[in-house]
């Protein structure tokens, strides 16, 4: 490490160390301050302006006295907390925050950053950083002391999107403000952060010159391929090959190391042995090298060791201020012909066009680029990730956000650097421009074994599914479907409606195409009698013409430009859909023509695809060079296509919907009960005992009957009689995980002879029985299953399903990840089919269907609330009648020990360079 940081004192939170990037893409680590900062402060404080040390301290001071600087790093990290900002071994920011002495829920917080790094973003940073860690610290509010004339700090707060109240008094401002996080807060965040990581990556996509480090002469090699593409590419600046061992590559003098070089570097490609890369980093960051193209493989791939190098390799970069794409990757493309970047060394010169790829993996982006001609898409930008330890898959989503050359956004991906960050910033960009992913893994073979119902019916595959759902990331399974729905959303309108029209020149595909849509949930409406006429005075006799339009064998150029000419006007359909076959090699070219005509006459108008079945593949016509109509060998893969742009539509139409807050819920109680679970363990992690789990549920608001946990027969009778009504009898066991498997459970009990009967069946049933709890009993309703459980990537989701045992045979569940909005929880009760029994289904009585989707609500506000919370299995949840509510009749609630403060920063915070869980606000 190089901030010269030393020991760390007890209480310091080793997971608030992070690297940021800076609204003008510069980079900077930011940490809790620790003791051996004595020095760097002073240095700081020395370092200000008469103005900036007034601002902070309200009077003049050259430098702080011992007393203060012990005052101001010897920390507890709870009431008192203070985060610096270093560059290097300097200090050139700090925030800090003291709990008053009236309300321990509120904190006075005082920033002060150096002069010549002011309005780089310091202070929001230092902000943001400060309030997330005050949240896990139940710190409510903050005040802050501002003079009148200290602009810029009173710029930061209002920028931050926090609801100040300010009070002027001789000159000086009393800000106060909520440290809670909102719609403004967030937006704030997303903005800067916006601005931050487009900026950092400006010098990789624009550079002005370019270092090929390891550039060779042998025209085979990956270092040679890669020059001769820069070159043969017109890259709108200088190329410097550098290479220790030649004086020339390819026509042009080289450099025996990047420091030789007589101009500055924006962008080094780095095509060095792997043992060479960190020097020849440390070299680029001496020169002032803004990115780093990392194409040498040999790092974290290989195991530990490489693992360690790529750490010191990431470390060279961050503390250099860099961006780095790679290692292990194949290089970076941007075919805006204002740089014309062609930084890869495979064989093919993307064509340019509308859409960005990122790909995860080298190989496949080749053959990506390779494909990208001949699918009818053209490539924006090409960024190959490799081992994605720097630049990653969210960085390059918010920078092609702000790109105005990209329309749609393709990705390929193995697995996510961090999922909360990729899901938020994916929620975002895909409210603007369509993400079409594919994402390897889909196989059930990742469900793992888990104790409770909800875990075993998770498998990371779900995860994958619900993050992409919520986020309106498209999932496509295959290469091909990749190309086939980029191409249609890349090159035309989203589809209106579902209402789709056929045009063939042969019966069979037509019906093929028929088929496909409809199985696919679209619709092929029968025309009006009126289109249906005109349709008939256009072509002969023996077409058909009521949808699909078969226009038979005979037809040519002229029927497809009058039919098409007519159908993308049509209001009665959404879509069209021509299909052309080849009868004879005579007429081809005209009819291919014409279809283009009538496509470029009405593009945009309706959704149009066409499929064109010839041995030759595309048609020739749309292979050009901008591609207006996409083409597709086959109906089915037309129709698959159009399928996910149509669900693209509805997805953008459809409410987002809101996380929901409980005015009732008592925060405190349950988080007093998981401390106090976790606390009788020794600290570790374990399932809660039956009054602790009613404790949580009861204070997040959600009804359990009541109950109680006896030890003998007599005590069982007493408590039955307290009830009043009938009651269960349950078995309390370690072993016991499904009670009613083990015979431990008895229902209905009416009188005291059945709860002592009970009570000597049930406590027998098996050997470990630790107790016997009395419950009322809750008279009839449906059985429904929520469940949390989490995934080591993703993190917490949230399960709905219809409850009992089959729930694990059927698998009809649905899962999601919490923050739930109140539209997600509505989809996720439609999704579940079985759940339809509570809407009354076939005669059957209704369930109070409301009160299931606000329990899941509050189960979502739990779990973001309580991050100790692992896995929860409420199982049945009892649904009464509409009004009549829910009650958790049997609830396990396993908790875990974590880091203070982790999950908060994982969840709320966004920018982070790094990929470790806590993650960095700005
Ligand atoms: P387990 O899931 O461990 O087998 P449960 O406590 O879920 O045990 O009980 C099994 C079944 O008994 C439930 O699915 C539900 O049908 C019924 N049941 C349990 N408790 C009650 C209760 N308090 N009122 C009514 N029915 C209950
Ligand atoms: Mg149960």
């Known amino acids: 490490m190089s901030d010269g940081a030393g020991e760390r004192p007890p209480g310091y939170p080793p997971a608030w160390e992070e690297d940021a990037v800076l609204k003008d893409g510069g980079t900077i680590r930011v940490r809790p301050i620790l003791p051996a900062d004595r020095e760097a402060l002073q240095e700081m404080v020395r370092g200000l302006s008469r103005e900036s040390v007034y601002f902070r301290f309200f009077q003049v001071k050259r430098e702080l006295t011992a007393a203060e600087l012990d005052h101001f790093t010897r920390l507890d990290y709870d009431r008192r907390m203070a985060f610096v900002a270093l560059l290097g071994s300097r200090i050139v920011g700090v925030g800090r925050y003291m709990v008053t002495v009236e309300d321990p829920a509120v904190a006075e917080v005082a920033f002060a950053v150096s002069d010549d790094q002011q309005n780089r973003g310091i202070g929001t940073l230092l902000l943001n950083r400060i309030t997330a860690y005050a949240r896990t610290r139940g710190i409510r509010a903050f005040r802050a002391h501002v003079l009148a004339d200290n602009r810029g700090m009173m710029r930061v707060f209002r920028n931050a999107g926090f609801a100040m109240r300010r009070e002027l008094d001789e000159g000086v401002y009393t800000v106060e403000f909520p440290t809670e996080e909102s719609e403004a807060t967030r937006e704030a965040v997303d903005r800067y952060h916006r601005r931050s990581v487009t900026a950092s990556l400006m010098p990789l996509f624009y550079p002005h010159s370019i270092a090929v480090i390891g550039a060779s002469r042998d025209p085979g090699s990956i270092g ?37 070089i007589p101009d500055s570097v924006d962008l080094a490609f780095v095509v060095v042995p792997a043992r060479h890369v960190v020097s020849v980093a440390e070299e680029c960051a001496r020169k002032g090298v803004k990115g780093l193209v990392v194409i040498t493989a040999g790092f974290g791939e290989t195991g530990p060791a490489g693992r360690r190098e790529e750490e010191r390799l990431l470390r060279v970069v ?68 490799g081992n994605n330890v720097d630049v990653s898959g969210d960085d390059l989503l918010v920078y092609w956000e702000g790109d105005p050359a990209t329309d749609v956004i393709l990705l390929y991906l193995e697995s996510f650097g961090s ?23 889909r196989t059930k ?14 498998s990371l595959d779900v995860a994958v599914d619900a993050l992409f759902r919520q986020a309106g990331v498209t999932r496509v399974d295959t290469l091909e479907g990749l190309f086939d729905v980029s191409a249609l959303l890349a090159n035309q309108p989203l589809p209106a409606g579902r209402r789709v029209a ?12 028929v088929d496909a849509l409809v199985s696919r949930g679209l619709e092929v409406p029968e025309f009006g009698p009126e289109l ?32 098409l000419d007519r159908l993308l006007t049509a209001d009665e359909v959404d879509t069209v859909i021509a299909i052309f076959i080849p009868a004879s090699p005579r007429g081809v070219a005209e009819t291919v023509a014409a279809i283009g005509d009538a496509a470029a006459q009405h593009h945009g108008e309706k959704t149009f695809l066409t499929v064109y079945m010839h041995p030759d593949g595309v048609a020739p016509a749309t292979a050009g060079a901008r591609a207006i109509v996409p083409t597709y060998p086959f109906p089915e893969r037309a129709a698959n296509a159009l399928v996910a742009a149509v669900e693209r539509a509805e997805w953008l139409a459809r409410p987002r919907g809101e996380p929901v807050t409980f005015g009732d819920v008592d925060r405190e109680r349950a988080g007093a009960v998981v401390a106090g679970a976790l606390a009788r363990r020794g600290g570790g992690g374990g399932w809660l005992e039956p009054a602790e789990v009613d404790g949580v549920l009861a204070a997040y608001g959600i009804r359990v009957p009541f109950s109680t946990v006896v030890h003998d027969e007599d005590a069982a009778v007493a408590a039955a009689a307290s009830v009043g009504g009938p009651v269960v009898l349950k078995v309390v066991a370690p072993s016991a995980v499904h009670k009613s498997d083990v015979g431990g459970v008895a229902l209905d009990l009416r009188d005291g002879g059945e709860v002592r009967e009970a009570y000597r069946r049930v406590s027998a049933a098996v050997p470990d029985a630790e107790g016997v709890l009395v419950q009322e009993f809750v008279e009839g309703g449906h059985e429904v299953l929520i469940g949390t459980t989490e995934d080591p990537n993703f993190g917490p989701l949230v399960g709905f399903g219809l409850g009992g045992i089959f729930v694990e045979l ?18 996720m009760i439609g999704e579940v089919r079985s759940a339809r029994l509570l809407e009354g289904y076939r005669g059957g009585p209704p369930g109070d269907v409301d009160a299931v989707a606000e329990t899941l609500l509050r ?5 973001e609330d309580l991050p100790e919370i692992a896995e929860m299995d409420l199982n049945p949840v009892l649904v009464g009648p509409p009004g009549a509510g829910v009650t958790v009749v049997d609830a396990r609630i396993r908790v875990v020990p974590r880091e203070p403060g982790l999950a908060d920063v994982a969840a709320d915070l966004v920018g982070s360079l790094g990929e470790t869980p806590g993650t960095m606000p700005e």
Do not use: W
């Open 224 to 260: 040679g391929r890669l020059f001769t593409n820069l070159i043969a590419g017109d890259f709108a600046g200088p190329v410097y090959p550098v290479n220790p061992t030649t004086p020339v590559v390819r026509s042009v003098a080289a450099y025996r190391s990047v420091l030789d």
């Open 859 to 863: 189960v979502s506000a739990m779990v």
């Open 810 to 827: 059927i698998g009809d569940v649905a899962f999601r990840i919490p923050p739930l909005t109140d539209v997600d929880v509505r989809e």
């Open 502 to 513: 056929v045009v063939t020149n042969a019966g069979g595909p037509g019906i093929l195409a």
């Open 419 to 441: 999922p909360r960050r990729f899901a938020r910033a994916a929620r975002r960009v895909a409210t603007r421009k369509p993400i079409v992913a594919v994402k390897s893994g």
């Open 532 to 563: 249906q006429a005109e349709l008939r005075s256009l072509l002969s006799p023996d077409a058909a013409v009521r949808n699909p339009v078969d226009m038979i064998a005979s037809a040519g150029p002229d029927q497809y430009r009058a039919v």
């Open 445 to 458: 073979a990742g469900a793992r074994a888990a104790s409770s119902h909800t875990g075993s019916l998770a």
């Open 318 to 385: 961050r503390d250099a201020g860099m961006r780095m794409i790679g290692p292990n990757c194949m290089g970076l493309v941007n075919t805006d012909p204002a740089v014309r970047l062609d930084g890869q060394f495979g064989p093919v010169r993307a064509p340019r066009g509308n859409v960005a790829i990122s790909s995860q993996s080298g190989a496949l982006g080749l053959s990506i680029l390779a494909n990208a001609r001949r699918s009818s898409i053209g490539i924006s930008s090409f960024v190959s990730v």
